[in-house]
């Protein structure tokens, strides 16, 4: 149980196109998702919460206009880059909260890699 | 603010020995402490995580160590495989806050 799932994997784009990433819980319902960002050998890095049926909650320094986040279900929720630029080429991973034990447990996707042409 | 320290930051050892990654704290009401393994080009696995309200969790070879008092945690893991082999995070959390705040991972390479 509790597999959260990601698509796509990899993705290669042109400098000013968007992109949207999506993360999902395959055997779970999530009212709570979150979008990391990683860079190589680094920490991960939280860009945002998820919560469905409402607004998502950006961390400080990321741009809510270039980092369109929706979690329209308590399944999925997508993470669109608009008007990428080589800079926004990262490992980019949502995780999706499962309430047991007292605590939400979050579970990892398996990340998408997005380069920027 | 919320910052979690996390040592070592590489850690090498010989198949069948122990490894010791240690993960320090600022924030007193943090109470969920969750380790995750990340392979190479994957997203981090849940391997164990630990709760406030006891001290030690064990699960096979691996084991969790809390001391909120000092403010640390550490990870353990006896008789190491080289499938050991990958980047381990620390995180910590609060119960009123679904956030977590990862550490900066440690690089565990088990030689054979």
């Known amino acids: 149980g509790a597999v959260v799932s990601q698509h796509p994997s990899r993705v290669i784009c042109k400098s000013g196109t968007s992109v949207k990433i999506e993360c999902r819980s395959l055997d779970f319902q999530a009212t709570t998702m979150f979008w990391y960002r990683q860079f190589p050998k680094k920490s991960l890095m939280l860009m945002a919460t998820s919560n469905e049926g409402s607004k998502a909650t950006y961390e400080q320094g990321v741009e809510k206009d270039k980092f369109l986040i929706n979690h329209a279900s308590l399944t999925l929720s997508t993470l669109t880059v608009t008007s990428a630029h080589p800079e926004d080429s990262s490992f980019y991973i949502c995780?999706?909260?499962?309430?047991?034990?007292?605590?939400?447990?979050?579970?990892f996707g398996p990340g998408t890699r997005l380069t920027v042409l | 603010g919320e910052n979690v320290e996390q040592h070592p930051s590489t850690l090498s050892v010989q198949e069948g020995d122990s490894a010791v990654i240690k993960c320090t704290y600022s924030d007193s009401a943090s109470n969920y402490f969750p380790w995750y393994k990340q392979e190479l080009g994957k997203g981090p696995q849940l391997i164990i995580d630990i709760r406030s309200n006891v001290g030690e969790k064990k699960d096979q070879r691996i084991a969790v160590t809390l001391n909120k008092t000092a403010k640390h945690f550490s990870l353990h893991i006896t008789e190491t495989q080289p499938e050991d082999s990958a980047v381990y995070f620390c995180a910590e959390g609060e119960d009123s806050s679904y956030k977590l705040i990862f550490g900066s991972g440690t690089r565990l390479l088990v030689r054979p």
């Open positions: 995780s999706a909260a499962l309430w047991e034990s007292g605590t939400d447990t979050q579970y």
